[in-house]
């Protein structure tokens, strides 16, 4: 499940940005949060991953993600926005629902794993219409079973 890398504080409600890069880079700003590797590093390595192919797989949601060198474990970050971003996605349609995933370089196919199982996850239409529907970050960590340390960042 998705709750075993989400730790709590990990789940972001309304998050306003301007665009897919402001976006990655919040998200690695709040990712740098739970592991001890640099936000502007993470975003490097993110922004790599996305040069080898979008990330948005359709119907607003994204999943960016990249491996990193001195990670220890993998973390996700969850977030809604505010307003969606054009993400250059599949389907061409703006992005509103993200998971951000990091993984360590030498973690094998734990990383693809976890890309399965949150891809599985977030193609349940009730669920993903739940999840953007969720009024706070409190809500949204409840219809995951996520921890209660949330952020709101209403715009």
Do not use: N, W
Not at 112 to 132: P, Q
């Amino acid at each position: 499940m998705i709750t075993d890398l989400l730790p709590p504080g990990a789940v972001l409600h309304g998050v306003s940005a301007a665009d897919k890069p402001a976006l990655l880079a919040t998200l690695a700003s709040h990712a740098a949060q739970f592991c001890a590797i640099d936000a502007a590093r993470i975003a490097e390595a993110v922004d790599a991953r996305e040069l080898l192919g979008t990330t948005g797989f359709g119907g607003g949601i994204a999943i960016p993600h990249a491996r990193l060198a001195g990670l220890d474990h993998m973390v996700a970050v969850l977030a809604t926005l505010a307003t969606p971003v054009d993400y250059g996605a599949l389907d061409g349609a703006p992005v509103d629902l993200v998971v951000l995933l990091l993984a360590p370089i030498e973690a094998g196919a734990e990383p693809l794993k976890a890309l399965a199982r949150i891809s599985r996850l977030l193609r349940d239409a009730a669920l993903v219409e739940k999840l953007r529907a969720a009024p706070s970050a409190e809500a949204l960590a409840k219809l995951l079973g996520v921890g209660v340390a949330v952020q709101d960042r209403a715009a």
